[in-house]
Nanobody, 125 residues
Framework: VQLQASGGGLVQTGGSLKLACAASGRTFRGYATAWFRQAPGKEREFVAAISRVGGTTYYADPVKGRFTISTDNAKNTVYLQMNSLKPEDTAAYFC???????????????????WGQGTLVTVSS
C-alpha cells in the first residue's frame, strides 16, 4: 500500500487546514488508518486514528475537539480536518495504515505497516 499525504501549509493561529492521505492500488477497507506528527527535535506522536473494524475514532488529548479524522472509501482517502490551530500544532504530519492493528495498540506507531511521506503544517502566532 502506497500512501500520499497532502494539504499541509502555513496558517495563522486559529485557522484551519485539511490534510488528505490517498492510498494507491487499494481501498482502506479492513485497515486502521491514523495520523501522527513530529515536531522538530521531538518524537513522533499520535494524533488521531480510525479503527479497522467499526470505524471508531480515537484522538490525542491535545487535539480532541479541534481535529476530525475521516475516511472516504470511494476515494481511497483518509482526511484530517484541523480547526482552531495553535502554534504547538506545528509539525510534519504523517498518515499511516495497517491491517492488523488492534485497539490496544491503535495509538502506537509501531502498529502500522504503511506510511506516507510527511506534510508540513506551520502555525504562525
Amino acid at each position: 500500500v502506497q500512501l500520499q499525504a497532502s494539504g499541509g501549509g502555513l496558517v495563522q493561529t486559529g485557522g484551519s487546514l485539511k490534510l488528505a492521505c490517498a492510498a494507491s492500488g487499494r481501498t482502506f477497507r479492513g485497515y486502521a488508518t491514523a495520523w501522527f506528527r513530529q515536531a522538530p527535535g521531538k518524537e513522533r506522536e499520535f494524533v488521531a486514528a480510525i479503527s479497522r473494524v467499526g470505524g471508531t475514532t480515537y484522538y490525542a488529548d491535545p487535539v480532541k475537539g479541534r481535529f476530525t479524522i475521516s475516511t472516504d472509501n470511494a476515494k481511497n482517502t483518509v482526511y484530517l480536518q484541523m480547526n482552531s490551530l495553535k502554534p504547538e500544532d506545528t509539525a510534519a504530519y504523517f498518515c499511516a495504515a495497517g491491517n492488523s492493528v488492534i485497539t490496544s495498540q491503535i495509538r502506537r506507531s509501531e502498529a502500522y505497516a504503511y506510511w506516507g511521506q510527511g506534510t508540513l503544517v506551520t502555525v504562525s502566532s
